[in-house]
């Protein structure tokens, strides 16, 4: 009986602490710089190995310009050597990290010349410099779901496109 | 001695959970509590502006949520625009996009931002940027980032997937005239 009068508050006083250290699944101000950094080397430098380090391997990006959806590594992999072959001289820099529970926002500016073909389209040779927003939510340390945000229009227009009205098959045969 | 050992036991209890109570563990405690409760509000204040603004209301709505000296950065437009400019852009959008929606997939409050994402839609039921009505229904993606200060809204900053709009309008990206 007294060993059992011993427990008991031992148990509360357990139950207690556990309450105090509530699990928490919020990222640290500390390892959102770590995942930025690493994110900078993979995109910069073209460290892809550093890859499997900062995501899960069922990650998702969301990203404009594009209509799928990039899921898993080696989509994400692919599309970063080919921006990495239109712009070989890539450099993204930080502006500002905003760290709230699970999610991280970055801020970030893109320069690179577009030295190498972007998608279907051949090389300009031009500069080009935008800014964009990265939401990534992540999930025991690794990035889970990416979202890229940026003006794609813009980033067209410095590279010399422009947008042209559509031409209706009716109004062309009407010119001919 | 069975009572003392009843005793002890809850007196060390008192003991640990006065200990956790110290004033300013509370007053952290507290303060926290006030800053979620900011966030909350300025989330809402967001969710109403996105949600709830359509052509109608957008003026009324614009002067109950929107300090009166906001600045607006549109697009990574490095230049912000003052009211005069965003109305102009407002009634000129919504003379193309009449009926146009937008929903929230997220939403990110710290300190005084908030950060939404959501996806505008709309029907092309009237000319629109110059190309006629087709009936059809576009979506487009955006991202802004809403700074508040007492409880209104005092700045923007706003990356809508504009090429994917105008390109659903079945416009193309050609090289510019003077570079062909």
Not at chain 1, 49 to 77: P, Q, T
Not at chain 1, 155 to 175: D, H, I, R, S
Request: with cysteine; net charge negative; hydrophobic share 40%.
């Amino acid at each position: 009986m007294k060993k059992l009068l011993m427990i008991i508050p031992l148990v509360i006083l357990l139950c207690f602490t556990f309450c105090c250290q509530q699990v928490e699944e919020a990222i640290t101000e500390e390892q959102a710089k770590v995942l930025v950094d690493r994110a900078l080397k993979i995109w910069n430098e073209g460290n892809l190995e550093l890859l499997e380090d900062v995501m899960a391997s069922d990650v998702e990006r969301h990203e404009y310009g594009i209509l799928e959806e990039l899921v898993g590594i080696d989509a994400i992999k692919t599309y970063i050597i080919n921006n990495r072959n239109a712009f070989p001289d890539l450099n993204i820099t930080i502006d500002k990290i905003i760290v709230k529970d699970d999610m991280m926002v970055w801020f970030w500016t893109y320069m690179g010349t577009n030295t190498g073909p972007l998608w279907e389209l051949p090389a300009t040779g031009k500069k080009v410099k935008f800014h964009g927003v990265t939401i990534v939510r992540v999930v025991n340390g690794k990035e889970v779901e990416i979202w890229d945000f940026y003006n794609t229009l813009d980033m067209m227009e410095q590279l010399g496109f422009t947008l042209a009205p559509p031409q209706p098959p009716e109004t062309q045969e009407e010119k001919k | 001695m069975k009572k003392l050992c009843m005793i002890l036991p809850l007196a060390l209890i008192l003991c640990f959970i006065v200990g956790c109570q110290d004033k300013g563990a509370m007053a952290e405690l507290e303060q926290f509590k006030v800053k979620a409760e900011v966030e909350e509000q300025n989330k809402e204040i967001i969710r109403r502006w996105i949600e709830e603004v359509n052509k109608e209301n957008f003026e009324q709505l614009f002067n109950e949520l929107w300090a009166e000296d906001c600045i607006q950065y549109m697009n990574s437009n490095p230049e912000p625009i003052d009211n005069e400019q965003y109305n102009q852009m407002i009634e000129h959008f919504y003379s193309n996009f009449p009926a146009t929606t937008h929903e929230i997939h997220n939403i990110i409050a710290k300190e005084d931002k908030v950060i939404a994402m959501f996806t505008a839609r709309t029907t092309h039921d009237v000319d629109s940027y110059g190309v006629p009505a087709t009936g059809k229904e576009l979506a487009w993606r955006a991202i802004v980032i809403f700074q508040i200060s007492d409880g209104k809204i005092q700045t923007r900053w706003e990356v809508a997937d504009i090429l994917s709009m105008y390109k659903q309008l079945g416009m193309e990206l050609k090289p510019k005239e003077s570079e062909k």
